[in-house]
């Protein structure tokens, strides 16, 4: 595996639909994109709906044509043939043979993806155990729930071991408990040096799984980063306390914002200055402190307040 150029590579990447007789016109469903994502990273794609997400997917996966611009994978050029057997791919709107089992479509498609049988033989189970479908592998596909049907679908992307994976709502239909182990899988994958490409609108999982992640919007890039860089701190701290007094109110005084109690401390609203003064007043009452965490949104919360300042943005 060269891991000296990015597992998916995009340069000015345009793709427009109903464009006229001479070129002119047309919905711009992605935008002169241009992004990297390196060897062995877990990369969220994120965007509300109409962002181009699925038609960026498309386009990595040679299903859709660029108007414009490149885009690699592994190092070659989208569509190579080599490359693709080394891509797996869970669709959203998966369709399984309803009539197969799970080991006979798993075997189907590992054969479509070039593995011998041999090899199949091997990685059928493991996979199914991976997965979490091995007692129900030799059940018809039509019997599954849909997060079973999930299960399996994301059973036929490692079937060949890719070594680039795009994950289209992975846990899409999946309960609690089967989102945790989708989030172990991925991780296992990424220790592996497998990278993992996803695209969800589940900004929780995200935020839980991904090292880096891209936010489009009307078919631009408008944000990347690490997960750490998308969620500013929003002005909370919340106060740990090796002992609670019961004139605490009185002690802080006026100082800050959105005072909330609880059994061990306090969160309060402080700017940087505040800051320095709530410790100094807690100090000087006695008032020994155990720890300090400046609270962060969510990514829920800073998707949000972005995908609403670019909209408004763009309607003035």
């Known amino acids: 595996m060269d891991r000296s150029t990015p597992a998916v590579s995009v340069r000015g990447l345009s793709k427009v639909y109903g464009r006229g007789l001479f070129g002119g016109g047309g919905f711009r469903a992605v935008d002169e994109l241009t992004l990297e994502v390196g060897r062995g990273q877990v990369f969220g794609l994120l965007g509300p709906n109409g962002a181009g997400k699925t038609t960026l997917v498309k386009m990595l996966l040679g299903l859709a044509r660029p108007t414009s611009g490149e885009a690699q994978l592994l190092g070659a050029p989208v569509g190579d043939p080599l490359v693709r057997r080394k ?103 990424k220790e592996r040096g497998v990278t993992v490409f996803i695209n969800s609108h589940l900004l929780q999982e995200v935020e839980l799984i991904c090292d880096r992640v891209v936010i489009m919007v009307k078919g631009k890039l408008v944000r990347e980063g690490a997960i750490e860089d998308l969620t500013p701190r929003n002005g ?75 909209q408004q943005g763009g309607a003035k």
Do not use: W
């Not at 189907?108 to 007692?135: N, Q, S, T, Y």
């Not at 090796?242 to 914002?257: K, T």
């Not at 200055?273 to 402190?289: F, K, P, T, W």
């Open 236 to 310: 909370r701290y919340r106060f740990e306390l090796a002992s609670v007094p019961p004139n605490l109110r009185v002690i802080l005084g006026d100082l800050g914002a959105g005072f909330d109690a609880h059994e061990r401390g306090f969160e309060l609203q402080l700017s940087d200055a505040e800051l320095d003064q709530c410790i100094d007043l807690l100090r000087a009452a006695g008032v020994s402190i155990r720890g300090i965490l400046a609270r962060r949104l969510n990514l829920e919360q800073a998707f949000i307040q972005l995908v609403k300042a670019q």
């Open 87 to 189: 891509i797996g791919y869970l669709p959203e709107g998966h369709r399984f043979p309803p009539y197969l089992t799970g080991v006979q479509m798993l075997n189907l498609f590992g054969e479509m993806c070039g593995c011998e049988r041999d090899k199949l033989a091997r990685r059928v189970p493991e996979v199914l155990e991976l997965v979490g479908m091995r007692d129900a592998a030799k059940r018809k596909l039509r019997e599954f729930s849909k997060g079973m049907t999930q299960r399996m679908g994301l059973a036929q992307a490692l079937i060949h071991e890719p070594e680039l994976i795009i994950l289209d709502e992975p846990t899409d239909g999946v309960d609690p408990v089967g989102r945790a182990a989708v989030r172990q899988i991925v991780q296992g994958l």
